[in-house]
């Protein structure tokens, strides 16, 4: 029988369990060392975790009652902020340097991200959070194009059909949208997934430097760009709750982490974990808004999480029997 939390027995594990998420987190910052674990084993706690903590994303923007250039402004600012003020608690004075070791790669990252997350916001309000989050799952398809041009990363044969199975899963998702007409949001999804692919390539390329400060640089970025368009003192009542929560929060932890796991993981694997997005996310909007997210995309999504259980799954293993072996 499971014992009770509080029981004698659940005590010990519990705390095991939370020492070794916390080093997780931790060891990339160079605050801990990580558990005795493969640089495969760190990428995947570090996506999984990051992507729980990014899940209620697609929610509060829903629950922003604000105009989508104002959402996009403040989006943008508080991440920058809520991001800096991190990073200096860990790093202190060696952020600015970091900044610095970056060069034009943390400019190119950051522009990737602040033109990506228009494009995401823009997808999310202009067709349901599940398809807009099952689309982004297609960023496995140009991720793995994209490393092979410019990265020289060969890909698997588990990866390839994974991709062609998962974009057969998207395929489905969109088709309603596409008999109707109403494809507009599924294509600003696209394009969204297409700068996620992007800036993952471009973390993978200079995996042997924290990325993590070109997060910020997209924050202001993004706050630069949209500021002409923005009203950024109407906003008021509960949406100063929810943009605080979801750039102060949100967004701060959950891209710090997904900047870092490329360092330890093929773009391609980063991606095609990040497809949990897709289940977690539409869940909370369902709970919180009761959108139903329609038969086609339940199934197209059923399709995607499976092909990322499998492929996930035999990477794992191949990675046990060849610890050398970057899959």
Do not use: C
């Not at 471009?202 to 630069?224: C, E, H, Q, W, Y």
């Not at 869940?283 to 259980?309: C, D, F, H, K, Q």
């Amino acid at each position: 029988m499971i014992p009770p939390v509080g029981a004698r027995g659940a005590a010990p594990r519990f705390e095991l369990l939370t020492r070794v998420v916390i080093s997780a987190i931790q060891s990339p910052f160079h605050l801990t060392p990580m558990p005795n674990l493969s640089p495969q084993a760190k990428g995947i706690l570090l996506t999984v975790v990051g992507i729980l903590a990014l899940s209620p994303d697609s929610l509060l923007i829903r629950l922003i009652s604000v105009d989508t250039w104002t959402l996009l402004f403040w989006r943008g600012t508080l991440l920058a902020i809520g991001l800096t003020v991190g990073l200096l608690f860990i790093h202190r004075t060696r952020l600015i340097e970091m900044f610095k070791v970056m060069g034009s790669i943390g400019i190119l990252s950051g522009a990737m991200i602040a033109i990506g997350t228009v494009f995401f916001v823009l997808a999310i309000t202009h067709t349901t959070v599940a398809n807009t989050l099952i689309i982004i799952g297609s960023s496995p398809l140009f991720a793995a194009v994209l490393g092979r041009l410019f990265l020289g990363e060969s890909i698997a044969p588990r990866t390839a059909v994974a991709i062609v199975t998962a974009f057969g899963g998207i395929f489905l998702t969109v088709s309603h949208n596409l008999q109707t007409g109403s494809w507009m949001g599924d294509l600003f999804a696209l394009i969204a997934s297409s700068f996620v692919a992007g800036e993952v390539v471009v973390i993978r390329f200079a995996r042997k430097v924290d990325m993590t400060p070109s997060v910020v640089l997209g924050g202001i970025f993004l706050g630069v760009m949209i500021l002409p368009f923005a009203n950024p003192l109407k906003v008021q009542g509960p949406d100063l709750g929810y943009l605080g929560l979801l750039g102060l929060v949100v967004l701060p932890v959950a891209f710090g982490l997904l900047t870092l796991a490329p360092r330890y993981l093929p773009a391609p694997e980063v991606s095609l974990l990040k497809l949990l997005e897709m289940v977690v996310g539409p869940y909370w909007v369902w709970l919180g808004l009761g959108e139903n997210p329609g038969s086609r995309a339940v199934l197209g999504g059923t399709v995607v999480i499976l092909t990322l259980v499998i492929h996930s799954w035999i990477g794992l293993r191949q990675a046990k029997n060849e610890p050398n072996l970057i899959v």
